[in-house]
């Protein structure tokens, strides 16, 4: 008999409408690590990153490190005491984000997630954030986007879970 | 905003008979937890060779007294130091730093007793190819740590100068032990037509 297998599809938003916030709730407990894919674009030119909140916390319980890489130069900056994390990159052209929540579930730590995305005009992106709320299992999760432009129509977020032995 | 309500999405693709479960490309194989009083390196033995490719997802802390460490990787109980080469591109939030680590397969970062209290950090290992005998290995990592005002984001590569197909997978911290409340889970990616 095959093991189960894992990375489980949870739900897909593909966008008929151009949206600021797409938002993954009643998300089960069962899996060990979450994944979201985000491909897609703004409505507009800006080049900046989307965001998530967790279970609606929108105090400065959040902060985030990155690596950026663009016109010839590698620099790195910090988000500290933010109310989002920080993931991937976009702007008006096509871009791909995907970001890892690790032990989403568990109810002891902090949660740590790591992330990359680019997009072909800008810029190569990995990030590193934490929440730092009490811990508690993420049930919930707000993709922003840097609200200046929305994600515009034909993007698509998926959330995966992915389960251990 | 949009707001999307849950469903459960089947993977189960085209079924050929009642029953029949698609098993899926990401299996998982085993995991470890650490419990109390924490332990010095945790092991993935006896991997079978039926997969194309392994991940190892690393959420974890050590006792070393750092803000931020590496993890050590070795296969098959090879600790010839010779053997191993990686390199890695590593931000701090506020410069980039990038090097070698010859003679080592060094990847980065895990927490330490420095970080804030539950604060951990995360690495998700991909070692390609790990039966293939007539390949060197290669493992791809993307690690970090935030720890509000501190903290460091990498990318690192490492290089096993061995054909011998992996069986097992030793991970350790660079410094101290891993603490009470790390995990690590070990997976097989099967190829088309597996």
Not at chain 2, 44 to 67: E, G, K
């Amino acid at each position: 008999m095959p093991l189960p297998s894992t990375m489980t599809p949870i739900a897909t938003a593909t966008l008929t409408s151009s949206a600021s916030t797409v938002a993954f709730t009643s998300i089960p407990s069962t899996y060990t690590d979450l994944m979201l894919v985000l491909t897609g674009k703004y409505t507009g030119v800006d080049d900046s990153s989307p965001a998530l909140r967790f279970n609606g916390d929108s105090s400065s319980n959040y902060s985030t490190t990155y690596l950026n890489g663009s016109a010839g130069s590698a620099t790195s900056a910090r988000e500290s005491n933010g109310n989002t994390i920080y993931v991937g990159s976009m702007s008006g052209d096509q871009s791909t984000s995907i970001a890892h929540i690790l032990n989403y579930s568990n109810a002891t730590t902090y949660k740590t997630v790591l992330s990359r995305g680019g997009h072909t005009t800008y810029r190569v992106r990995a990030y590193v954030g934490v929440w730092r709320a009490t811990p508690q299992t993420i049930t919930r999760i707000d993709v922003y986007g840097n609200g200046v432009y929305n994600f515009d129509v034909g993007t698509t977020l998926t959330l995966y879970g992915i389960k251990a032995a | 905003m949009g707001a999307i309500s849950l469903k459960y999405k089947s993977k189960s693709g085209n079924l050929t008979a009642p029953g029949d479960v698609d098993p899926g490309a990401m299996i998982p194989i085993a995991t470890v937890l650490v419990g109390v009083g924490g332990q010095s390196s945790i092991t993935f033995s006896s991997i079978p060779s039926t997969y194309t490719h392994l991940q190892i997802r690393l959420f974890a802390r050590s006792t070393a007294a750092n803000v931020a460490g590496g993890v050590t990787l070795q296969f098959n109980g090879d600790t010839t130091g010779s053997n191993y080469y990686s390199h890695y591109i590593q931000a701090d939030g506020s410069s980039v730093a990038s090097g070698p680590n010859a003679n080592a397969s060094i990847h980065y970062d895990i927490s330490g007793v420095n970080a804030n209290a539950s604060v951990f950090g995360a690495m998700i290992f991909d070692v390609l190819d790990y039966s293939n005998t007539n390949k060197n290995k290669t493992s791809r990592v993307l690690g970090g740590i935030d720890n509000n005002g501190g903290g460091r984001i990498n990318l690192t590569s490492g290089l096993w100068s061995s054909t011998s197909a992996i069986t097992s997978i030793a991970l350790a911290p660079f410094s101290g032990n891993f603490a009470q409340h790390t995990h690590a889970a070990l997976y097989g990616i099967k190829r088309a037509g597996a």
